[in-house]
């Protein structure tokens, strides 16, 4: 049987949080941001030890809703 992990966050260096403010607001802000971005190495090793087979991923917080409408619709399409 294959495990798969839903919910799993990430986030991209365009729409992340700020250094310091919002979810980066505390003392291991720094590396839950770089947890965030990545979707490579640490996180695949991260998945092997805990014996996920599969993570389905969607952005955090800030996200789309931190642009304009018009970065909006453009980082969409």
Known sequence: MRTIA??????????????????????????????????DKARIAD??????DLQVVSHAQPAAQGLTEADAVAAAR
């Open 47 to 52: 998945m092997d030890a805990a014996g996920i």
């Open 6 to 39: 839903l919910e799993e966050h990430f986030w991209t260096a365009e729409l992340a949080a700020p250094a310091g403010t919002g979810p980066l607001a505390r003392s291991d802000g720094q590396q839950l941001d770089a947890a965030l971005r990545d979707l």
